[in-house]
């Protein structure tokens, strides 16, 4: 069973300090939602108020169309997997697993089977009498998540449950838990700071910064269509050009960046806010929107300096620099697009493939 | 007080938030602090037969701290007796205290930053062991170490240092050498967990700089070990000048520690007042005292730590 | 091979004076219990003998003292461990300052001299008393109960120390984990927080114990008209020096060390490289085994006090008294025949120990003499205070 879950303008504070400003969200039953968002945005006080550990100070929090205020942590039908995990140190794999049922009059046969059970999901069968600490970085994860699962909740949130994992475990895992949450059907809400977790794994995904919900959406969309100057630098890479909009005609717009001949970029309906001439703006274009210019007469070209490279095997990472800009372009290495290191090279990126969006703060690197 | 409670009860639940304040009020009030008030009501006393007590002559007064100031007599004469053992009292717990920091700060130096392992905790092993021996069998042993027929006089004889046995007992080399004994303990754990978090890092970056050795431990490790050196200090004070077991085996018999004073108005005086009233004037004394060196050297009493 | 500079060996120098000065006392104390000389001393040195172990085995007082002081310390445990477990516990729930504020007032039990505890309980208790008219055996008045509650008042903090450096790495998140998986806050508290706590039980209890067992300063006014061990010890101390209390010095120092012998086997019997070195010795490591170990310890200490019961010195104390007499015999006559001129040095008469089985210091030349506390002693002088 699932259920869906909303958040009406929920604000928390702690004194002074606004910890979740304003958050407003729908999450459909069964869906795969993450959180995004630098250290220190809120990711874990938002989750909290979900689980029922910090009660919102406005707002509310409504699992299944029920209002949540005043329900206790251990009333919600949700379960939460920790940042640290919140393994039991004196207990075995198997008393972990159980303890759901156990504090909820389970008998011990019945207790036994069931985490006997959750043990073949997470592949780790007959292990039950382990401790905790015998166990890898990889299969604590598993463990943490089938003591979540006991109790068969119908949320399932789970806090950078990968943080502590090295990259190719992190990899493995994250494939893994996406097919037990297709397995089970369960809502699970996922926090990151890991984009690529984020991008991989999710439906859909909420990039947040202290405290605000910048944009709400599937991968593609953040990515390709980011709605905020803070989505756009970081989410990805990204070169950001300061500008000034020099007409709109609904359409196309065009750009002064200072770079020689103003640049066509494109409006796009899923974008940010129109802009209007005369407004400054923030042009984004990504690395791999950029392309060595084929011809003399190309739209949007500039004249750029070699810097320096990263050679990366498939990929060629290279540092541009435009009128004392540096830009960073990403190649394929099919041996066609040779630099030479003193000649100035023309690059262009197609109209559609640029990004104007209002100045606002920029993701620091 | 009820949203302290509250939270208890959204934290442990009602049974362990009921056990919880109960525990707690239950130490608080009836173990330490009404008996202590108490105390102090009954310093405000005449000392009266059982019959008379809540009688028209049970009132309030000060003679009991009058006696303390200026004795039996009705003259404005001090009670220079008393006083003397009072402040004899304190200048010898500060001495017992200044000595103790003195020799345990190096062993506590050495135990924090240069054993290790199975080496440091057999060091401190050594150094629990003792304590777990009574009180007054460690003071007896003192008592057999400065006798008159004891190993010092006889090695210090042996030697021709002296050639009549010394008299430690009366001189009271032997109670402060054993209170000093007695509170090492309280010293060291204190000096040893505070020296303990210091970054190695720092010592090294000190000497780096071209710091002596002394110099390293007057700029770095001591000002860091501040907070440890005024707890260590504030126990063996407190406690030395509270001791009564080790003034009664190893004191000299014309000079008495202040509890001993407390003890006989109790016991063989009978006038619990009087002796309410001088325990009263050791404490405040005491803690004026703490607190006075504690706003000196900038440390707050949460710091202390055992 | 480097040559260790001479300023290296300080550190190594002064913690070996140190510990001297740690344990010196004790091994004195403890030697002096095998010597037959009625005062406690090393030299000179008489016989060997295991009488003042009989001795105190006969000492009913001491044994009736030592039956009260288990009781009191097993009362003060079961007091003191749990208000102290509540105390550290709300300490680490409530806010910053209310923690400062109560952490004062719990901590102030440690700083308050213990007789002004002892006497506070006193008073205490006899005013309640008074208030409902109890009769004189009701509990407000007795020993046992009045040494219990004193007692607590500061052991209690001891072991709130000891719960809350065991709290303080109390990961709270495992709370939060049982209460999200639908524990009620009690359930947690019993499934999560008090089995993480038992270690610091176990220890606050042999804390608790071992302190209600050597205090002395507050139960010396609660006690009343009873007695513990440590009253009864330092009254035998105060009114005359003698090497039964070595004796005592010596089971109880023993006790000690089979415990910290035990403890350290134990220590290192579980360490990870140990159990590597044993893993294929099953031999070694039954005979490691901390089990074991206490079985062999037990035994060696059964074969002593069968060797204290069995040892029997009455023929050597008897030559060192017939040698004794023999020399007073000789003085006595020497002083006779040539009386005035020659000068016997008076001070060397008493060291010579006593004559005849006088027990105690009463007509031995102890030094600075016994019982300097009662009031007929003030200022009198034994033969050696010049
Ligand atoms: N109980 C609290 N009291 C005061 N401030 C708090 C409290 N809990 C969190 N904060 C503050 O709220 C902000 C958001 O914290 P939160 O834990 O939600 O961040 P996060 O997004 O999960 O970060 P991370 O990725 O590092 O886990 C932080 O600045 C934090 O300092
Ligand atoms: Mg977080």
Redesign the interface.
């Known amino acids: 069973m699932t259920k869906e879950i909303s958040l009406e303008h929920v604000w928390v504070e702690f004194g002074e300090f606004t910890a979740v400003h304003k958050a407003n969200l729908n999450i459909a039953g069964g869906e795969f939602f993450s959180f995004l968002g630098p250290s220190g945005c809120g990711k874990t006080t938002l989750l909290r108020c979900i689980?029922?550990?910090q009660e919102p100070t406005r707002g509310k929090v409504k699992i299944g169309g029920e209002d949540m205020r005043g329900v206790?942590?251990?009333?919600r039908p949700?379960?939460?997997i920790?940042?640290?995990l919140?393994l039991?140190p004196?207990r075995s794999i198997a008393d972990n697993i159980a303890?759901?049922l156990?504090?909820?009059g389970v008998s011990k046969k019945n207790r036994r089977k069931r985490a006997d059970e959750l043990l073949e999901l997470i592949a780790l069968p007959g292990q039950g009498d382990k401790k905790v600490s015998e166990l890898s970085g990889g299969q604590k994860q598993r463990v943490a998540i089938a003591?979540?699962l006991?109790?068969e909740p119908d949320i399932l949130l789970l806090d950078e449950p990968l943080s502590a994992l090295d990259l190719k475990l992190r990899q493995h895992m994250r494939t893994e838990l996406r097919a037990i949450q297709k397995q089970v059907g369960l809502t699970f809400i996922y926090i990151t700071h890991d984009q690529g977790e984020a991008l991989t794994m999710s439906d859909r995904i909420a990039v947040m910064n202290k405290g605000k919900i910048e944009q709400i959406g599937d991968g593609k969309a953040i990515y390709d269509h980011p709605t905020t100057s803070f989505v756009a630098s970081f989410v990805g890479e990204n070169n950001v050009l300061d500008g000034t909009v020099l007409s709109n005609d609904g359409k196309v717009m065009q750009i002064d960046a200072g770079l020689g001949t103003p640049f066509a970029v494109e409006n796009h309906p899923a974008g940010g806010p129109a802009l209007a001439p005369g407004d400054a703006c923030h042009l984004f274009v990504r690395p791999e929107a950029l392309r060595l210019s084929k011809d003399e007469s190309a739209i949007n070209q500039f004249s750029t300096n070699f810097v320096t490279e990263e050679f990366e095997g498939n990929m060629r990472h290279i540092v541009m620099n435009a009128s004392g800009k540096d830009l960073k372009l990403s190649l394929i290495n099919d041996g066609t697009n040779a630099i030479e290191a003193n000649a100035p090279v023309k690059l262009d990126f197609a109209p559609g493939m640029g990004i104007a969006l209002k100045p606002g703060e920029l993701a620091s690197a | 007080m009820r949203d302290?409670f509250y939270?208890?009860?959204?934290?442990?639940?009602?049974?362990?938030s009921i056990?919880?304040m109960?525990?707690?009020s239950?130490?608080?009030f009836i173990?330490?602090?009404?008996?202590?008030l108490?105390?102090l009501d009954?310093s405000f006393r005449f000392n009266l037969p059982?019959a008379k007590?809540g009688g028209p002559e049970d009132v309030y007064t000060l003679e009991q701290y009058r006696y303390f100031f200026q004795g039996s007599g009705a003259s404005d004469g001090l009670n220079t007796l008393d006083i003397g053992i009072l402040f004899k009292t304190l200048l010898a717990a500060v001495f017992v205290t200044i000595f103790d920091l003195i020799?345990c700060y190096?062993?506590a130096f050495?135990l924090a930053k240069?054993s290790t392992g199975?080496k440091a905790?057999?060091?401190v092993?050594?150094?629990i062991?003792?304590y777990?021996?009574?009180?007054?069998?460690?003071?007896?042993?003192?008592?057999?170490?400065f006798?008159?027929?004891?190993?010092i006089n006889?090695t210090g004889m042996g030697l021709g240092l002296w050639d009549?046995?010394i008299?430690f007992?009366?001189q009271d080399v032997a109670l402060y050498a054993g209170l000093a004994?007695a509170y090492?303990l309280l010293m060291i754990f204190p000096l040893y967990n505070a020296i303990e978090s210091l970054d190695r890092n720092q010592i090294e970056a000190a000497r780096d700089m071209g710091a002596n050795w002394w110099q390293v431990h007057a700029k770095v490790v001591i000002p860091y070990a501040k907070p440890g050196i005024a707890s260590g200090m504030?126990?063996v004070f407190?406690?030395t000048?509270?001791?009564?077991?080790a003034p009664?085996?190893l004191?000299?018999?014309?000079n008495l520690w202040f509890?001993?004073l407390?003890?006989q108005w109790?016991n063989?005086g009978g006038n619990?007042p009087r002796?309410?009233a001088y325990?009263m004037v050791?404490?405040i004394v005491?803690?004026a005292l703490?607190l006075l060196v504690m706003r000196l050297f900038k440390v707050s009493?949460?710091e202390?730590?055992? | 091979m480097k040559m260790k500079s001479p300023t290296a060996l300080i550190?190594g120098l002064?913690?070996t004076l140190?510990?001297a000065?740690?344990?010196?006392?004790?091994i004195?104390?403890v030697i002096?219990a095998f010597n037959s000389s009625t005062?406690?001393?090393?030299?000179p040195w008489e016989c060997f003998t295991t009488d003042w172990f009989g001795k105190l085995a006969a000492d009913d007082k001491l044994l009736a003292g030592l039956g009260n002081s288990l009781l009191i310390g097993v009362g003060v445990v079961c007091v003191a461990i749990?208000?102290g477990?509540?105390?550290a516990?709300?300490l680490s729930?409530?806010g910053p300052k209310?923690r400062?504020a109560l952490?004062?007032?719990?901590?102030?039990?440690?700083?308050?001299?213990?007789?002004?505890?002892g006497?506070?309980?006193l008073?205490?208790w006899d005013?309640i008393g008074?208030l409902f008219n109890a009769p004189y055996e009701s509990f407000f008045y007795d020993g046992t109960f009045l040494t219990i509650?004193g007692q607590?008042?500061f052991i209690?903090a001891?072991s709130m120390?000891v719960f809350l450096s065991r709290i303080q790495r109390f990961?709270t998140?495992?709370?939060?984990?049982?209460?999200?998986?639908?524990?009620?806050?009690?359930?947690?508290?019993v499934?999560?927080l008090l089995?993480?706590m038992a270690p610091a039980i176990g220890s606050a209890t042999v804390l608790a114990f071992?302190a209600s067992?050597?205090?002395?300063?507050t139960t010396?006014?609660t006690i009343v008209s009873s007695s513990t061990?440590?009253t009864v010890?330092?009254s035998k101390?105060?009114y005359g020096?003698d090497p039964s209390?070595?004796a005592?010095?010596v089971i109880?120092?023993a006790i000690?060390?089979i415990?910290?012998i035990i403890?350290?086997c134990r220590?290192?019997y579980n360490t990870k490289s140990w159990a590597l070195v044993v893993a294929e010795r099953p031999a070694l490591k039954v005979a490691t085994h901390p089990g074991t170990v206490a079985v062999i310890l037990g035994v060696l200490a059964l074969a002593a006090v069968m060797f204290i019961q069995n040892h029997d010195s009455n023929a050597c104390t008897a030559q060192i008294l017939e040698d004794k007499r023999a020399l007073q015999q000789k003085l006595m006559e020497q002083q006779s025949l040539n009386t005035p001129q020659q000068n016997v040095p008076a001070p060397t008469m008493p060291?010579l120990g006593p004559v005849g089985g006088n027990e105690g210091g009463a007509s031995a030349p102890?030094?600075?003499?016994n019982n300097?506390?009662s009031?007929e002693?003030?200022?009198t002088n034994t033969p050696?205070?010049?």
């Open positions: 689980s029922g550990f206790g942590p251990n009333k949700t379960a939460l920790f940042q640290n919140a039991f004196l303890f759901p156990e504090v909820r003591r979540a006991a109790v | 302290l939270d208890l009860v959204r934290r442990n639940g009602m049974a362990v056990y919880l109960l525990a707690v239950l130490w608080v173990l330490i602090i009404l008996p202590q108490t105390m009954y059982p007590i020799i190096p062993v050495v240069s199975a905790r057999l060091l092993l050594a150094l062991v003792p777990w021996i009574n009180e007054i069998l460690r003071a007896f042993a003192f008592r057999i170490l006798g008159a027929t004891g190993v006889e009549t046995p008299d007992i009366r004994y090492i504030t126990m407190m406690l000048s509270g001791a009564l077991a009664q085996i004191g000299g018999p014309s509890t001993q407390v003890y109790f063989s619990w002796g309410s325990a050791l404490l005491c803690i703490v009493i949460g202390i730590k055992q | 550190p002064y913690l140190f510990f000065y740690l344990f010196g006392p004790l004195i104390m002096t005062f406690p001393r090393v030299s749990p208000i477990l509540a105390a516990i709300t729930q409530v209310l400062a952490y004062t007032i719990f901590i102030a039990p440690i700083l308050v001299p213990g007789v002004v505890i006497l506070s309980t008073i205490f005013r008074t509650f607590v008042t209690a001891y120390l990961d998140t495992l709370t939060e984990a049982a209460l999200d998986m639908g524990a009620t806050p009690t359930q947690a508290f499934k999560v089995p993480f071992l067992l050597e205090n002395y300063n010396v006014f061990f440590t010890l330092s101390v105060r020096l209390i070595s005592v010095a109880i120092i000690t060390l415990g910290a403890y350290e220590n290192r060291n102890s030094p600075f003499g300097i506390f009031p002693n003030l200022g050696n205070d010049q």
